[in-house]
C-alpha cells in the first residue's frame, strides 16, 4: 500500500497580469500527475454514490457494494501512480502533497466507513428489520450509535494519519520508503476486499470470478459480519495511527534490481490472484495490514532484554520512586 503525496508542481511561475496592471506569478502544473490525483478522488466520489445507492436487483453485472470496493481499488491505483510520476517528472510540490491529501481523505477516509456503515444497515434490515435506517449518532438502538461511532472513529484517525504524514515525510524518494503506522490506502483496501468477499458469498450473487466456500463458512460469516466488519475497522483505524513501521510497497519490492527467486514468488503470488482473485487480495491485504502488528507484537514479548533495556527500566523504576 502506498501513500505517495506529490503530485504537483508549484515552482514554477509564468508572470500574469493583474487587474492594476502589475505582474502576477501563474502556477504551472504537472498535467498526468494530476490527473491521477483527480482520478483518485473521482474514482472514491464514483465509490460513495453506488454504496449509498439501492442494492442491485437479482440477476444484474454485480452488486453496487461491490462496485464500490472495487472502484477503491481503482483509486489506490491512481494513488500508486501519481507520486510515482510526480518524482519521475521532478514535479514533487507541497502543493501537490495537500491536494494528494485532500483526496485520499475522501477516498480512503470517508467513502471506506460510509460503504461499511451501508451494507451493515442493509444486512441487518434483511435479518433485523427494526434496524433498518437505525445507524447513527441518533440512533435509537445501542448497536445502531455503536456502528457509526467505529465508523466515525475510522474516518477521524484517516485524516490523523495523513496530516501526520505530510508533517513528516520530505518529497525525496528515501522518505517514502516506509511510514508510520498503516497508509490510509492499506486501510480502505482492508474494506473493500472484506466487502468484495462478503458481497461474493451471497447466494446467487453476479460476480465477475465466482469463487467457492464452504457452505457452513458462508453461512457464519453471513451471519456475523454486521459485528466483524465494526471490529475490523476499529482494527486498521488504531493502526493508521500507531508508530509501527509499514514498508512502501511499491519503492520496497518493484524497483531496482531483485533476487530470482523473488520473481519467482512475484509470479506465484500472480497466478493465485487470476486464480482466485477475491480472495488471494483479501489474504494479501489482510497480511499487509496485519503482519507487521504481530510482529511488532513478537517483539516485544519475546525479544531478549539487553543492558541497554534493563539500565533504561532501572532509571524509569527510580524516577517514579515515591
Known amino acids: 500500500m502506498t501513500e505517495t503525496h506529490e503530485p504537483m508542481d508549484d515552482a514554477s511561475d509564468d508572470p500574469g497580469e493583474s487587474p492594476s496592471g502589475g505582474e502576477l506569478p501563474r502556477r504551472m502544473v504537472a498535467v498526468l500527475p494530476t490527473l491521477f490525483t483527480l482520478g483518485n478522488l473521482l474514482f472514491g466520489f464514483a465509490a460513495l454514490g453506488y454504496a449509498s445507492a439501492a442494492p442491485s436487483a437479482p440477476g444484474t453485472f454485480m452488486n453496487n457494494f461491490s462496485i464500490a470496493g472495487y472502484l477503491i481499488f481503482a483509486a489506490m491505483i491512481c494513488d500508486m501512480l ?3 510520476m510526480a518524482r519521475l517528472a521532478r514535479a514533487t510540490s507541497d502543493f501537490g502533497a495537500e491536494l494528494d491529501s485532500l483526496a485520499d481523505v475522501v477516498s480512503f477516509g470517508v467513502t471506506p466507513a460510509f460503504l461499511s456503515l451501508k451494507l451493515i444497515s442493509y444486512v441487518l434490515g434483511q435479518t433485523r428489520p427494526e434496524h433498518v435506517g437505525q445507524i447513527g449518532p441518533l440512533a435509537h438502538s445501542m448497536d445502531g450509535r455503536f456502528f457509526w461511532i467505529i465508523a466515525a472513529i475510522y474516518v477521524a484517525c484517516a485524516g490523523l ?19 508510520h503506522g498503516l ?11 472484506s466487502v468484495i468477499f462478503f458481497e ?3 447466494p446467487g450473487a453476479p460476480h465477475i470470478l465466482p469463487f467457492n466456500v464452504p457452505p457452513m463458512i458462508s453461512q457464519w460469516i453471513l451471519e456475523t459480519f454486521p459485528y466483524t466488519m465494526p471490529i475490523i475497522l476499529l482494527f486498521v483505524a488504531v493502526l493508521m495511527v500507531s ?3 509499514y514498508e512502501h510497497v511499491i519503492n520496497q519490492y518493484l524497483r531496482g534490481r531483485k533476487p530470482f527467486s523473488y520473481v519467482v514468488r512475484a509470479a ?3 497466478l493465485f490472484l487470476l486464480w482466485q482473485p477475491q480472495v488471494a487480495a483479501m489474504i494479501a491485504i489482510y497480511a499487509y495490514a496485519f503482519w507487521p502488528l504481530l510482529k511488532a507484537t513478537w517483539r516485544k514479548i519475546f525479544r531478549p532484554r539487553t543492558k541497554a533495556d534493563n539500565g533504561a527500566a532501572v532509571a524509569a523504576a527510580a524516577r517514579y520512586r515515591p
Open 82 to 84: 501519481d507520486g510515482s
Open 161 to 179: 494519519r495523513l496530516a501526520r504524514f505530510n508533517t513528516m515525510t520530505r518529497h525525496d524518494i528515501d522518505s517514502h520508503m516506509a511510514f
Open 183 to 193: 497508509p490510509s490506502p492499506g486501510a480502505a483496501g482492508v474494506i473493500a476486499a
Open 200 to 202: 461474493g458469498l451471497q
Open 243 to 245: 508508530p509501527i513501521p
Open 268 to 270: 506465484m503470488l500472480i
